[in-house]
C-alpha cells in the first residue's frame, strides 16, 4: 500500500488482498490520508482478491466522503478489484475510473 498527495487530493494505490485480514490497515491509511482533503482516490488495480470487508470499507468511506463534502473515486480497471463492485452494485453507488488519471481529471477543479 502507497499513499500520495497531489495538492489536497489524496490518492492511496492498494496492493495484495483487501481481505479481513488487512481491512483495518487499510481503513487506518485512508483515515490517516483523509486529513484536510478535497478528494480522496483509492486505486484498486494493484489488488490479487477484494472481499466483502473490502466493499464495505468502499461502502463506508464513500458515504463519508457524501457527508464530510469531499470527492470520493475508485480505480478498478483490472477484473479482480472491478468485478466484486459489479456484482455487488457497488458499481451503481461508487463512481469507478480505469485510471487514477480518469479520476483526477473527472474531480472538480477546486480539488486539485
Known amino acids: 500500500m502507497s499513499t500520495e498527495r497531489i495538492g489536497t487530493i489524496a490518492i492511496l494505490h492498494l496492493f495484495g488482498e483487501l481481505d479481513l485480514a488487512t481491512v483495518d490497515?487499510?481503513?487506518?491509511?485512508?483515515?490517516?490520508?483523509?486529513?484536510?482533503?478535497?478528494?480522496?482516490?483509492?486505486?484498486?488495480?494493484?489488488?490479487?482478491f477484494l472481499a466483502s470487508t473490502g466493499l464495505s470499507l468502499l461502502a463506508r468511506w464513500s458515504?463519508?466522503?457524501?457527508?464530510?463534502?469531499f470527492g470520493f473515486r475508485v480505480v478498478a480497471s483490472r477484473r479482480q478489484a472491478?468485478?466484486?463492485?459489479?456484482?455487488?452494485?457497488?458499481?451503481?453507488?461508487?463512481?469507478?475510473?480505469?485510471?487514477?488519471d480518469e479520476a483526477l481529471v473527472a474531480l472538480p477543479r477546486r480539488a486539485g
Open 82 to 100: 472491478l468485478r466484486p463492485l459489479q456484482i455487488t452494485a457497488l458499481d451503481s453507488l461508487i463512481t469507478i475510473d480505469a485510471t487514477v
Open 25 to 48: 490497515d487499510v481503513d487506518q491509511r485512508i483515515t490517516e490520508a483523509a486529513t484536510d482533503i478535497t478528494a480522496l482516490v483509492v486505486d484498486l488495480d494493484g489488488l490479487s
Open 63 to 69: 458515504a463519508r466522503a457524501e457527508e464530510e463534502g
